[in-house]
């Protein structure tokens, strides 16, 4: 389906002061943002500087082994230190998960379309295509479900982008959000994990 992927020929809308976002059209993203308290702030400092470092010899577009590296260094380093479950975890309520839920499904189809998510007790995978600014549909999906959680404000000012590239690219994504309990040793009831038709087949 033309569209749907990254085109590396097509310059994609750059936006965000503290980690650069980017949004080409409707093209599929893959979303991580977690609460405020999911991570120690001195571990965030260090790896923030470091990326930046990194970033500044390693400017995008990336190709597939850049890419990787990044994901080495950066990425995966941080989605371990999510998966040890720091911080309140206010996402281990059920409710308030349920809550989550409800916003992520609101616009569906309309706003958005939504191929899968997982939500884990301090931090959120979501796997969708975009059919608004991508800043403004992240920041109204945090912003409501913090007022209907009614806790204040829960979430991290920013949060984690990746445009899908191709088939297998989503598939992995797909992966990726499916076993991410497993990975974390959740018992079932600590996590919701959502998928369309079209991940359920991958």
Same mark, same amino acid.
């Given at each position: 389906?033309?569209?749907?992927?990254?085109?590396?020929?097509?310059?994609?809308?750059?936006?965000?002061?503290?980690?650069?976002?980017?949004?080409?059209?409707?093209?599929?993203?893959?979303?991580?943002?977690?609460?405020?308290?999911?991570?120690?702030?001195?571990?965030?400092?260090?790896?923030?500087?470091?990326?930046?470092?990194?970033?500044?010899?390693?400017?995008?577009?990336?190709?597939?082994?850049?890419?990787?590296?990044?994901?080495?260094?950066?990425?995966?380093?941080?989605?371990?230190?999510?998966?040890?479950?720091? #911080?309140?975890?206010?996402?281990?309520?059920?409710?308030? =998960?349920? %809550? /989550?839920?409800?916003?992520?499904?609101? @616009?569906?189809?309309?706003?958005?379309?939504?191929?899968?998510?997982?939500?884990?007790?301090?931090?959120?995978?979501?796997?969708?295509?975009?059919?608004?600014?991508?800043?403004?549909?992240?920041?109204?999906?945090?912003?409501?479900?913090?007022?209907?959680? #009614?806790?204040?404000?829960?979430?991290?000012?920013?949060? =984690?982008? %990746? /445009?899908?590239?191709?088939?297998?690219? @989503?598939?992995?994504?797909?992966?990726?959000?499916?076993?991410?309990?497993?990975?974390?040793?959740?018992?079932?009831?600590?996590?919701?994990?959502?998928?369309?038709?079209?991940?359920?087949?991958?």
């Amino acid at each position: 389906m033309a569209g749907e992927f990254f085109d590396p020929e097509t310059p994609p809308e750059k936006h965000g002061d503290l980690l650069p976002h980017w949004q080409q059209g409707e093209v599929m993203q893959f979303v991580t943002f977690r609460l405020g308290d999911a991570l120690p702030k001195e571990k965030v400092k260090l790896w923030l500087a470091q990326r930046k470092i990194w970033l500044t010899h390693h400017p995008k577009p990336w190709n597939p082994a850049t890419e990787a590296e990044y994901h080495k260094e950066f990425t995966w380093r941080l989605e371990r230190w999510l998966d040890r479950g720091a #911080g309140s975890c206010l996402l281990r309520d059920p409710v308030a =998960r349920n %809550t /989550l839920s409800e916003v992520l499904m609101a @616009f569906q189809g309309e706003r958005y379309e939504h191929h899968a998510s997982v939500i884990m007790p301090n931090h959120v995978h979501v796997l969708f295509a975009p059919h608004v600014p991508l800043e403004k549909l992240i920041q109204a999906w945090k912003s409501t479900s913090a007022n209907r959680i #009614g806790k204040g404000p829960i979430w991290q000012r920013n949060y =984690r982008d %990746t /445009l899908i590239r191709d088939v297998d690219h @989503f598939a992995n994504a797909v992966r990726y959000i499916r076993n991410n309990p497993v990975k974390a040793t959740l018992p079932e009831g600590a996590f919701t994990l959502w998928q369309s038709p079209r991940a359920q087949r991958v």
